[in-house]
C-alpha cells in the first residue's frame, strides 16, 4: 500500500484492511476514490477529496452483492445493491486481494444473519447480459438477499423492455444487469453521464 495519484491510504483504514474490514482506495462513480471499511454493522465509503460527502451502506439494507474478478483489461468491481441505490466500488492499483477480501467478509456477515429489510431489492443479475465491447472473460460470484426472488418473482422485479436490449433466452430483463450494462458503455465513452443517469433512473423506476 503506499501511493495512487498522489493520493495517499488514510491511515485510519490500515487496521481495518488487516482485518479483512476494509479497501485503502476504491474508485466509485459520482464520489472518485475512496476508503471504503465496516464500522457499526455499516459499510462507510469516504472520498478523498471530498470527506463532507461520506456515504453509509447500513449492512441490513444490503439486498444484493457480487463480485467480478476482472481480467487484464478490467479492474475488479465489487457491487452492493440496496433497494434504491447501486454502488459499485472498483479496485485500484492491484489491490484485488484486498477488495475480495472485503467483499467476502460482508458476504459472510449477510449470510450469516439473513435479515433482509426491503422486499424489493435489486435481483441478482443476468450473466448472460454482456457490453460486446468489454471482454467477456469475467468471473462472477452472486449473492441476492431478497426473499421475495424466490416466491414471487413477477411482482418482486420491475422491468422494462426496450428494442436496444439485448435479452438471452429470457422474457424480463434485469434493472441490474442493465445498469452495469449501461455503466460499462459510459466508461467505454459510447453514452454520457447523463444518459446513464437517465437510464438507470429509468430502470429502477425512479
Known amino acids: 500500500m503506499g501511493l495512487f495519484n498522489s493520493i495517499e491510504i488514510d491511515p485510519n483504514v490500515i487496521p481495518y484492511i488487516q482485518k479483512g474490514e476494509g479497501v485503502g482506495i476504491v474508485k466509485i462513480d459520482g464520489m472518485g476514490k475512496c476508503s471504503a471499511k465496516l464500522?457499526?454493522?455499516a459499510i462507510i465509503l469516504d472520498p478523498y477529496e471530498s470527506p463532507q460527502q461520506s456515504q453509509i451502506i447500513p449492512l441490513e439494507e444490503i439486498n444484493f452483492l457480487s463480485y467480478d474478478e476482472g481480467n487484464f483489461i478490467n479492474e475488479p468491481k465489487f457491487n452492493i445493491g440496496t433497494s434504491g441505490k447501486h454502488y459499485?466500488?472498483?479496485g485500484v492499483d492491484d489491490n484485488d486481494d484486498e477488495l475480495k477480501r472485503f467483499y467476502n467478509t460482508i458476504l459472510n456477515i449477510k449470510e450469516n444473519s439473513r435479515i433482509p429489510k426491503y422486499q424489493n431489492g435489486m435481483p441478482q443479475p443476468n450473466t448472460h447480459v454482456t457490453n460486446p465491447n468489454k471482454q467477456p472473460q469475467l468471473q462472477h460470484n452472486n449473492m441476492d438477499f431478497?426473499?421475495?426472488?424466490n416466491n414471487s418473482t413477477e411482482q418482486s422485479q420491475p422491468h422494462l423492455l426496450?428494442?436496444?436490449?439485448?435479452?438471452?433466452?429470457?422474457?424480463?430483463?434485469?434493472?441490474v444487469a442493465e445498469i452495469r450494462r449501461y455503466f460499462e458503455l459510459k466508461e467505454d465513452g459510447i453514452i454520457t453521464e447523463e444518459e446513464f443517469t437517465k437510464k438507470k433512473k429509468q430502470l429502477l423506476g425512479l
Not at 146 to 149: F, L, R
Not at 163 to 174: A, F, L, P, R, S
Open 39 to 41: 464500522e457499526n454493522n
Open 146 to 149: 431478497n426473499p421475495s426472488v
Open 88 to 90: 459499485v466500488l472498483a
Open 162 to 175: 426496450n428494442n436496444d436490449d439485448v435479452i438471452d433466452g429470457q422474457d424480463k430483463m434485469d434493472p
